[in-house]
């Protein structure tokens, strides 16, 4: 069932669009080459974080019309918004993680595939400091490992990578259910488009 919201202009803040705003901007940010594991690490967790925050913010703005920020005043709403931010990004670590390891290993010989546990977990460890829920945090350690002992490292990097992550965003984005079924289509392939643009300039920052 569709929530019911109260509008008050008065209680809206600049902070509210923090979130939005920051990952828009690091958007365009001077793009930095990817040269070690801390580099690939970076790149994975910022553009994860923009991917999941954008698609999110940008289907729930699409979905309200042009009064999308009055919804704020509403402290459940707000709550939805949060919960469904960090399990988006969890599975967007996962997908990002899984397809930069499968790429290096297919075009440039990587061997420590290990090393894609190694920075998903390392990232979430940061991320429980900045607010990350601990059984989010559980259940995508949980999630993670389970993905990673099926996973066909010649093969992800070219077979729907990202998959999980637009999926995630469809189930999780605090929409009505009648709502979201009719922008399925519209809501996966949105993410899609976005991971291709990080998969494009992935294949740049690699390049030496």
Known sequence: MALKYRFNLKDIKLEDFKVYLVAMFKGILPKKKIKNIDDLKQFIQQ???????VTLYNYLKTRMGTKWV?????????????????NIYAISLQDLSFYTVSYLNVFYNFQEINKASEIYNNILDKELENGMPKE????????????????????????????????????????????????????????????????????KLIKI
Not at 47 to 53: E, G, H, L, M, P
Not at 154 to 165: L, M, T
Not at 174 to 200: C, G, H, Y
């Open 47 to 53: 553009k994860s974080a923009w991917v999941s925050q």
């Open 70 to 86: 009055l919804h704020f005043d509403d402290e459940k709403f707000l709550t939805s918004i949060n919960t469904a931010k960090w």
């Open 136 to 203: 989010i945090v559980d259940e995508a350690r949980i999630s993670f490992k389970k993905r990673l002992d099926q996973i066909k490292w010649k093969e992800y990097y070219k077979s729907w990578p990202f998959n999980e992550s637009a999926l995630a965003l469809y189930n999780w984005a605090p929409v009505a259910n009648e709502l979201k079924t009719l922008d399925r289509k519209i809501v996966l392939n949105s993410m899609i488009l976005k991971w291709d643009n990080i998969k494009e300039e992935f294949s």
